[in-house]
């Protein structure tokens, strides 16, 4: 009796084994095991200025391979899996060529995810003295060639090519960028310019036509210091378009017209962004963005960026042509301009997503001092509750980056080296600073929060009057610094000042600030006469029966 029941428990242990699951759903299950996929996402975010462009976060392996000699029959599994091997991370260290060669036997003949970089050439350039002595400095065989050579037809394979590397003058690549690619649905290059002497070396030009002009699956397309004419036929269907050219060379410049029509040819991009290469306009060029009337199509656009403008009037131009409906991201940095109004850099007709009209938060970052304004609105569902209900464990900034459910960015920044640097009037950004929250946020009572993060040389030259005239209906203000502590001195000024004219009304009803009731204070460091002028604003809304209620 005792070796039959034994037996029943060990026959009833078996049957709800992990193993005995189904082949499907085992292999499935292994799928989320594998490293995160290669393809660039269509919507780069307001902060993803570059999409790992260098590939710092490298794919490993280590689970899938450790699953696979567990027992026989997961192993067996995995082997017979190509899914899960089709993805590989290429270098320039000995030991990758024959763990490539088996994945590739392995991937049977599934479409392939492929990323290069010469890791060992960019540590030895970037930390010549921790490294070993090598008078190659690099292999004999460009990583790229040597992947060519293991898989001659890889072109007819690729699903995705990332690129992170310098490429020698001595070595011919063309034959990797020169024949058809049907199934290759992204595509990244960044050429690193920058040789192991530190030397910076320039731009790598790519064959034209670019895949014998045949990506017919292309969808991502991003291009660091490399040329491709802009002419080629490879900027067709694409949902995202990344072009990053060196800021010395101005000759390859899209120009306005040129770059409407790529947009003409893409009608599902999501994101444009182009760095130091335009647009521009040609001398000869009358075209004033008031007198234009047709419109391109852009319903999918929702993040713009454009670097290293040496004038505005392009993006007047190329803005002003756009026909947006869901346009959440505009970025415009440029090299030292003076600006007025946010009307200098985006016309009046550019069309944001309507959901920006329901945003509840707006989060601002201005400062005269490094010439630039960023915004960010965003929806809190709920936030009414989440500030009264309990307010201690309120936090503005982790609620933004977590559970907001939409954003809406815009910036203008400098991108100037100091090259075209000129003094700026404190009272000239005060002007455009609020140009831009006002045009940003033309339904100011739907403001319920805001978070203002400066240095306190920033805090000094803002408009906080403007401000808060503007923005009457806020309930939560929060004041901070990501970097060092601040004393936000002049912020706390000017609530006693607001408390100070109040009083002076002798009226009752007349309360400073009146919708606000919460003050949130990161990285302030409180000095004593600082702290006075909070105390004064602090005993004039208890005064008045308006306490504050949490800060």
């Not at 030991?95 to 392995?106: D, G, L, M, S």
């Not at 072009?243 to 994101?271: F, G, K, T, Y």
């Not at 982790?398 to 009272?427: A, M």
């Amino acid at each position: 009796m005792v070796a039959e029941s034994a037996a029943q428990v060990f026959h009833g242990r078996q049957q709800g084994h992990i193993s005995c699951l189904p082949v499907e759903v085992l292999t499935d299950a292994f799928t989320y095991l594998l490293p995160k996929s290669l393809v660039i996402d269509d919507a780069i975010g307001a902060h993803a200025l570059k999409p790992d462009c260098c590939l710092h976060r490298r794919r490993k392996h280590d689970d899938i391979i450790n699953i696979s000699h567990v027992c026989r029959p997961w192993r067996s599994i995995c082997l017979a899996a190509p899914s899960l091997w089709n993805l590989l991370w290429i270098t320039d260290e000995d030991h990758f060529t024959p763990r490539t060669e088996e994945f590739i036997r392995r991937s049977a003949n599934m479409p392939l995810e492929v990323a290069v970089r010469d890791e060992l050439r960019r540590n030895w350039r970037l930390f010549p003295y921790q490294q070993d002595v090598n008078p190659f400095k690099g292999p004999l065989i460009h990583p790229l060639l040597k992947f060519f050579n293991l898989v001659p037809c890889a072109l007819q394979r690729l699903k995705t090519l990332r690129i992170c590397s310098g490429f020698s003058t001595s070595q011919d690549f063309t034959s990797c960028f020169d024949k058809p690619a049907p199934l290759l649905e992204s595509f990244a290059l960044y050429f690193d310019h920058m040789g192991t002497d530190g030397v910076e070396s320039t731009s790598h030009i790519l064959p034209s036509p670019l895949f014998s002009d045949s990506t017919p699956s292309l969808r991502q397309l991003s291009i660091h210091h490399a040329e491709v004419p802009w002419t080629s036929n490879i900027f067709k269907n694409l949902t995202l378009l990344c072009i990053w050219r060196d800021e010395e060379h101005e000759a390859d410049h899209v120009e306005v017209n040129l770059l409407l029509q790529i947009m003409r040819n893409c009608p599902e991009i999501v994101s444009l962004e182009i760095g130091f290469a335009g647009p521009t306009l040609l001398a000869d060029d009358s075209t004033h963005p008031s007198s234009l009337t047709s419109k391109v199509p852009a319903l999918s656009l929702k993040n713009i960026k454009l670097y290293g403008m040496a004038e505005l009037e392009p993006v007047l131009v190329f803005l002003s042509r756009l026909q947006t409906s869901r346009l959440q991201s505009l970025i415009v940095g440029h090299l030292g301009l003076f600006l007025l109004n946010i009307d200098d850099f985006v016309p009046q007709t550019v069309t944001f997503d309507p959901r920006s009209n329901l945003c509840n938060c707006l989060w601002i970052d201005v400062d005269p001092n490094c010439e630039w304004v960023i915004a960010e609105q965003f929806m809190l569902d709920g936030l009414e509750s989440k500030m009264t209900l309990d307010p201690k464990y309120f936090s503005l900034r982790w609620l933004q980056k977590t559970k907001s459910s939409f954003k809406r960015h815009i910036s203008c920044l400098n991108d100037d080296n100091g090259v075209h640097h000129y003094e700026v009037d404190p009272n000239d950004y005060r002007i455009l600073s609020l140009t831009f929250l006002q045009r940003m946020c033309p339904s100011s009572e739907t403001i319920r929060a805001i978070t203002i993060r400066g240095s306190d040389s920033a805090l000094d030259e803002l408009a906080f009057e403007g401000i808060f005239g503007y923005f009457s209906n806020l309930y939560c203000i929060e004041v901070r610094h990501n970097m060092d502590l601040v004393e936000a001195g002049s912020f706390m000024e000017y609530l006693a000042t607001q408390a100070e004219v109040t009083e002076e009304c002798f009226s009752a009803d007349m309360i400073a600030l009146q919708s606000v009731h919460m003050l949130i204070f990161e990285n302030v460091e409180f000095k004593p006469g600082n702290f006075d002028f909070l105390c004064c604003f602090l005993r004039h809304r208890k005064r008045r029966e308006a306490p504050i209620q949490y800060i």
